[in-house]
């Protein structure tokens, strides 16, 4: 597959299979067709590098984190922009939550950021690296995020409200 002017910086498959996207210094992200090795769309928008992409569980949504100091989220079966998620530094990674009602966001200014992906609204801004945040990743029952940090450190973050935490420790058979 060729086609970006530039490095490429990130790659994801969609978790339909039937997609992926890549992105990087062109300050592009192409969604490609897995079976034909096609360009499918080149997404424009993000004015600096663009440093991370990732799926929601249905490959309906795409976000890409950019060192333009936002995050995009497009609507993958329309090709157009849902919105634009604003930071306070260069955003290098995104990773939606298993049941994809939550994306998360890790940056050069060493935090993480939750967002509401329905109301687009930040619900949440972990801190703890002393370096910026460069990987994240959702357990698969979403109850836990790790992210990884140029501080040599990975952190374990705990995402369930004591709620939500409680209703678990109460069904049978639940962890």
């Known amino acids: 597959m060729t086609g970006h002017e530039d490095a490429v910086l990130a790659v ?7 997609r992926l996207a890549s992105a990087g ?3 592009t992200v192409r969604l490609w067709d897995t079976a034909t090795g096609r360009t499918l769309a080149v997404l424009s928008g993000h004015t600096e590098t663009v440093t991370s992409v990732a799926f929601n569980k ?3 949504l795409l976000a890409s984190g950019s060192r333009d100091r936002s995050v995009r989220l497009w609507n993958i079966p329309t090709l157009k922009l849902v ?23 890790g940056c050069d200014d060493n935090t993480i950021r939750l967002w509401d992906v329905a109301t687009h609204e930040e619900v949440a801004e972990l801190r703890g690296h002393d370096a910026y945040v460069h990987a994240l990743a959702f357990s698969p029952d979403g109850s836990r995020l790790v992210s990884a940090s140029g501080d040599f450190t990975l952190r374990v973050w705990d995402t369930l409200s004591l709620k939500d935490r409680s ?5 049978p058979g639940k962890f």
Do not use: E, W
């Open 12 to 18: 994801r498959y969609a978790p339909d299979g039937q």
């Open 25 to 27: 210094f062109d300050k």
């Open 58 to 60: 249905d490959s309906t």
């Open 83 to 105: 919105t634009i998620l604003p930071h306070a530094s260069t955003v290098y990674a995104v990773a939606f939550s298993p049941d994809g009602t939550r994306l998360a966001t």
């Open 167 to 171: 209703n678990r420790a109460q069904a």
